[in-house]
Each structure stands twice: as C-alpha cells, then as structure tokens.
C-alpha cells in the first residue's frame, strides 16, 4: 500500500469485521457469513468516496472515479476477485449471482485462491466451502500475481492452483510468476512479520513495482513502465519472474 501511495494513488484499505485488531471470537454467529460482509465493506467504500474525500483534506477534488483499481492479497484477493466478476459456486454446483461492480476499472489479485470442489483439501472442503469461485465471467484487467513455490494447506494441487483466476477468466489478464515465493510473497505485510516464510525484499520491490506500472498501464495513466518491465523479465535469464498475458 505505502508503495502505491507513495506514487501517486489514494489508497483505501478497509477494516474487516474479521481482521485480528477486532478479535472477534471463533464462535461468533457471523464467521460463516464473513466471506460475503466482506465483499459488502468494499461495496460501502465505494458508495462512500464523496464522504472519504470530503473528510480528508488533502484529498479534496484529488479522487477520480473514473480509475478505480480493487487489490488483495490471499482471502483480500479472493474478496477483489468477486467484484470483478468471480462468481461463487455452491456445493450443489450452482454457480452463484455476480457481484460484479462496474466502478471498477482494474485489479490486483495477489495469491488469490483457485477453484475449489476436488482441488480442495478436507479441510478447506469441511471448513471453506465458499471457497469455490468461477471465473469466466472476471473479465476487468487484472493483474494476478502468484509465487511458484506457493504450496498451500487448503489444496491438493500445488503452486499451480494460485493460477486459475489467469488461466480460467477472459482476457485482457496478466501473471506474474514470482520464483521461489510462498504465500507472503517475499514479505509484503512485513519482512519480519511472523507470517513471511519466504523474506525477500528484492521480490517484494518487484510485485511493487510490476503491480504500480500494471495500474498505469490499465489506467491508462502511462503505459511506458508496464511495456519495459515485460522487456526486461523476458531479456533477463535471472529474472525473479516471469510475466504471462493474454
């Protein structure tokens, strides 16, 4: 986040009901339902710009809502991914209402999860069922972003699952590959954080800086950054990843 604001982009991150700075409990009636309230907080943040704005000084006439751009990472991906056309299917195998939010211009899905059913492991299958998106109907400009090494507790299939939000939704799409990453990616809540199993600030300095030139790419702000990083990964035999697009 600090990366994009500090070129140039007002960043809004919400606070979600299950975030561990409001420590709900385990047993709390609304665990089940959070995977939806959190799409609604999204929703809100979107509906209340006049109000952000007007009540941030430095933001006053600043906020174009003509270039929206959603970003997650993890469960905050999958979050992203709804309202850019993911769509959730029941155990049934009914494929859920779009959620679809046509403010939004682009998107930002880092570590965002793949389809669920057979690829999920028992635990995820028992725990997470909402867990099961489709995504042929996500078709916004998204950049994915996905760590080869990325092997997760909630899916029999390896680093690979990571990919289908890029490999199963329409184009314009873009994959970033990060080698040797895991779920943290290098670090992007915090080098040090408990959670980073993989530190890497040089990975992190590459998702910041692929992600940045992807949104002035697709937001039509300037295109020159995206087109030479691409150069680059390509030309460079030691890259730290490789970009796929569609």
């Not at 998107?107 to 999860?113: D, E, F, R």
């Not at 939000?165 to 809540?189: C, M, N, R, V």
């Amino acid at each position: 986040m600090q990366a994009w604001a500090a070129d140039g982009f007002a960043v809004i991150q919400p606070t979600h009901l299950d975030s561990w700075t409001l420590a709900l409990a385990s047993d709390d009636p609304r665990t089940p339902h959070i995977w939806r309230s959190r799409i609604e907080d999204r929703v809100r943040v979107l509906d209340a710009l006049d109000l952000i704005e007007g009540s941030v000084a430095s933001l006053h006439g600043r906020l174009d809502r003509t270039r929206l751009a959603l970003a997650g990472h993890s469960w905050g991906a999958t979050t992203a991914s709804a309202l850019i056309g993911a769509r959730i299917v029941d155990p049934a195998g009914r494929v859920g209402p779009s959620m679809t939010d046509p403010r939004i211009t682009s998107a930002v899905l880092i570590a965002v999860t793949g389809t669920g059913g057979d690829d999920l492991t028992p635990f995820a299958a028992g725990n997470l069922a909402f867990m099961n998106p489709e995504f042929t109907q996500m078709t916004a400009p998204t950049l994915i972003l996905a760590g080869d090494q990325d092997h997760s507790p909630l899916s029999v299939r390896g680093p690979g699952w990571w990919t289908d939000a890029y490999h199963l939704s329409a184009a314009p799409k873009a994959l970033l590959t990060l080698f040797g990453a895991e779920h943290s990616t290098g670090g992007i809540t915090g080098y040090h954080d408990p959670e980073t199993t993989d530190e890497s600030p040089e990975r992190v300095a590459l998702l910041q800086h692929a992600s940045t030139a992807y949104l002035h790419h697709t937001l039509e702000l300037n295109r020159e950054p995206w087109t030479r990083l691409q150069n680059e990964l390509a030309a460079d035999s030691g890259a730290l990843g490789r970009i796929d697009s569609k």
